[in-house]
C-alpha cells in the first residue's frame, strides 16, 4: 500500500515525461498501424519509467550489494533498450517499408536513434565493468541527463511516423510488427519480462492492460523468473502486476 507521503515523493513518470498514448483519443482496432503505434507508445512509456527511475535512485545507492545491484538493473534496462533499437532498424522499419513500399519512409526515426545511441553505449559499458566500490552516482545521471532530451524526443516521434503508416495494408504491416515481437520475446527470460512488468503501469491514463498476456503469465514470471535478480527488482517503479510503489531508493529532493 502506497502512503499518501510516499505519493509526494518524485516517481517514475518524471522528470522526463511520459507519452500520450493513441488509446487515449483513438480506438486502437480501427487499424493495425493505431494498434502497433499504441504498443510502442505503451513499451516507450516504459523505458522512460526506466530511465527516470535510474536518474533518480542513482545518488542514494551507498551500500556495497545495493550498487551492485542498482548496476545490473541499469545494465538490464540499457540492454533491453539497445535491443529494441536494433530489432527495430534491422527487422521492423525494413519490414514495414517492404510493405508501405516507399524507401527510408521511417529513416528520419533510425537517424534519432544515433543522436543518443553512443550514449546508451556508455551507460551499457559503465553499468557493466564499473566494481560497486567505484560507482559515482554523478557519472550515471551526467550520461542520463546528456542522452535523455534526445532519447524522449526520439520515443515520442516515433508514435507518429507509426501512425502515419495508417494508408497502408494493415494486415501486413501487423504480420511485421507480430514476427518482431516474437523475437523479442527471445530476450533473457530471467531478465526483460521481470523487469518490463515492473516499468509497467496499468493505471496510466485511467487503467490499462498492456501487455497483453495469458492469463497467470504475470504469476509464471513472479514465481520462476523474478528470483534470480530479486535484488534488482527493488528498484523498479511497480511491482509484477503493474501496481506504482513508491521508489525505494530516492531521496525527497531528487
Not at 518524485?10 to 499504441?38: C, F, M, Q
Request: include cysteine; glycine fraction near 6%.
Amino acid at each position: 500500500m502506497v502512503t499518501t507521503s510516499e505519493l509526494a515523493r518524485p516517481w517514475a513518470d518524471g522528470p522526463w515525461p511520459l507519452i500520450e498514448t493513441p488509446s487515449k483519443t483513438r480506438n486502437v482496432s480501427e487499424h493495425p498501424a493505431v494498434y502497433i503505434a499504441n504498443e510502442m507508445a505503451c513499451a516507450h512509456n516504459s523505458m522512460l519509467r526506466g530511465l527516470n527511475s535510474i536518474y533518480l535512485q542513482a545518488s542514494s545507492v551507498q551500500e556495497p550489494q545495493d550498487v551492485s545491484d542498482f548496476l545490473f538493473f541499469i545494465h538490464a534496462w540499457a540492454g533491453w533498450v539497445s535491443h529494441h533499437h536494433v530489432l527495430e532498424e534491422e527487422k521492423m522499419f525494413p519490414g514495414f517499408e517492404k510493405v508501405i513500399g516507399v524507401p527510408n519512409f521511417l529513416e528520419t526515426n533510425v537517424e534519432q536513434h544515433h543522436s543518443f545511441q553512443p550514449l546508451l553505449k556508455k551507460l551499457l559499458e559503465y553499468s557493466s565493468t564499473t566494481q560497486p566500490a567505484k560507482y559515482q552516482a554523478s557519472v550515471v545521471r551526467q550520461l542520463i541527463e546528456e542522452m535523455a532530451p534526445s532519447f524522449r524526443q526520439h520515443l515520442s516521434d516515433e508514435i507518429s511516423s507509426l501512425l502515419s503508416m495508417e494508408p497502408y495494408d494493415g494486415d501486413a504491416l501487423l504480420k511485421v510488427y507480430k514476427e518482431c515481437e516474437a523475437d523479442a520475446g527471445k530476450q533473457d527470460k530471467h531478465v526483460v519480462p521481470p523487469m518490463v512488468l515492473g516499468l509497467r503501469d496499468i493505471t496510466f491514463e485511467g487503467g490499462n492492460q498492456w501487455p497483453t498476456m495469458p492469463p497467470l503469465s504475470a504469476w509464471i514470471v513472479y514465481l520462476f523468473f523474478s528470483g534470480k535478480h530479486a535484488g534488482s527488482w527493488r528498484f523498479l517503479p511497480c511491482d509484477t502486476w503493474g501496481n506504482p510503489r513508491a521508489l525505494k531508493f530516492v531521496k525527497e529532493d531528487a
